[in-house]
């Protein structure tokens, strides 16, 4: 029985202690947390109030455009420190971001488009043929396009026919030799007579080729 009464003695005491070292806390706690409220009591009383003040305006970031239109702007910023509310001060009045034009750093997106036609040029000819070509062209400068605006959409030269201005190579061929005209006497009292044919059959025409060989023929009689 003595040491069953001495491990219940034991006991109590440790909760005593423990109890007496959570209430020395407690204690302890209280007067901070006084100290503390006494603190800001005499802080409050002791300091004016300081209104903010805003700083100067700082750029964010370059100009933004809209290419569709041709605008563009700057935002700015500034910030309450300048100085800093305290001690119940009052915030900065007004706005602390603006935005500013900047439409002269922006173009406008503008697509190409084409110019008017221009006049043929000259008709280029294949006499073989007796046909003919030509040009004509254009431009996407009407407007041309600029700030990343799409080109034109098609050709920029175009084809014709010219074939009413070409004449077709023909080479000459001879005609049928005439009959033999009338006999009569050269100086050497010889008979002779002669014929003729001509380049008419057909004749040239168009860069064509004269007849080769003779256009007349002596015979004797």
Same mark, same amino acid.
Request: with cysteine; hydrophobic share 20%.
């Given at each position: ?142 407007? =041309?396009?600029?700030? *990343? ?5 098609? =050709? ?51 860069? *064509? ?13």
């Amino acid at each position: 029985h003595g040491g069953s009464f001495k491990l219940s003695y034991y006991n109590e005491y440790k909760s005593y202690l423990r109890m007496k070292l959570l209430l020395y806390w407690l204690v302890i706690i209280t007067l901070l947390l006084n100290q503390t409220d006494a603190w800001r009591r005499r802080r409050r009383r002791s300091c004016g109030p300081r209104h903010g003040g805003w700083s100067g305006w700082s750029q964010y970031g370059g100009c933004t455009c809209d290419h569709s239109r041709g605008t563009g702007i700057i935002r700015y910023t500034r910030s309450c420190n300048n100085p800093t509310p305290y001690c119940g001060g009052s915030y900065c009045s007004g706005s602390s971001s603006m935005s500013r034009s900047c439409d002269y750093q922006c173009c406008k997106t503008t697509n190409g488009g084409w110019s008017s036609w221009s006049s043929w040029s000259t008709c280029t000819c294949n006499h073989t043929t007796g046909t003919g070509t030509w040009k004509r062209s254009r431009s996407c400068t009407n407007p =041309a396009p600029s700030c *990343g605006g799409s080109s034109c959409y098609g =050709a920029y030269t175009q084809a014709g026919s010219c074939d009413s201005q070409c004449c077709k190579t023909v080479d000459g061929g001879f005609s049928e030799w005439s009959s033999w005209r009338q006999c009569r006497c050269n100086k050497f009292n010889h008979g002779i007579k002669n014929r003729s044919r001509y380049c008419t059959n057909p004749a040239p025409y168009c860069f *064509g080729a004269d007849c080769v060989g003779s256009h007349f023929q002596e015979g004797q009689c």
